[in-house]
């Protein structure tokens, strides 16, 4: 059995290119609590966190034989994880606006007679969509969105990963976002 704790982080980059899991893995115990401490400090959320590092490390994994490191390992690693924490803040600013255009919405009052075509327009194009979804998407994505479940309950009914099931909430999002495509502004109107 090697140590790969004496490798270089050089080392064990050419070793994780050839597929090698155990240089990986020192990779990521060399580095996974300073990566941690870093983003705690920006992110104090430890679930987001732990997600964010958790889809880094995938990342480099699946990517090992295209990566191509103009950097230091430590630079490649802070760098991802900082870009990962500003797209956390970019989705949080969405989520926000988003959620300030509701509350004026529910202010308002009742929607008149044209949001009221919009909004069945939307909901149209929303159920095209997820009728498009591959099922077991479709079936995640309802039972979030229409069943109200959290990640960890839709994992356990259909023992998968919750990590799966939050990927697959994610693509379905995305999906939805194309497909709403030229109608997107109709949200916000």
Not at 101 to 111: A, D, R, T
Not at 179 to 185: D, M, N, S, T
Request: net charge positive; proline share 3%.
């Amino acid at each position: 059995m090697q140590n790969y704790s004496s490798y270089t982080d050089d080392e064990l980059i050419c070793l994780v290119k050839e597929g090698n899991l155990k240089a990986f893995a020192e990779i990521h115990k060399r580095y996974y609590g300073l990566l941690y401490r870093h983003a705690f400090k920006r992110l104090p959320d430890s679930e987001e966190v732990k997600d964010l590092l958790q889809e880094l490390f995938t990342y480099m994994w699946h990517n090992r034989e295209s990566l191509s490191l103009t950097t230091s390992l430590s630079a490649y690693l802070f760098t991802s994880a900082r870009n990962r924490i500003l797209n956390v803040f970019k989705h949080d600013k969405v989520k926000n606006n988003y959620l300030n255009s509701l509350q004026k919405f529910v202010e308002h009052g009742e929607p008149q007679a044209d949001d009221q075509l919009r909004i069945k327009e939307l909901i149209a194009i929303v159920e095209a969509g997820v009728a498009q979804m591959p099922l077991q998407m479709r079936i995640i994505f309802e039972m979030s969105r229409n069943g109200h479940l959290s990640h960890q309950e839709i994992a356990e009914k259909l023992n998968i990963s919750p990590l799966t099931v939050r990927k697959q909430v994610q693509n379905s999002l995305r999906i939805l976002r194309v497909k709403l495509g030229p109608h997107f502004f109709l949200l916000f109107l």
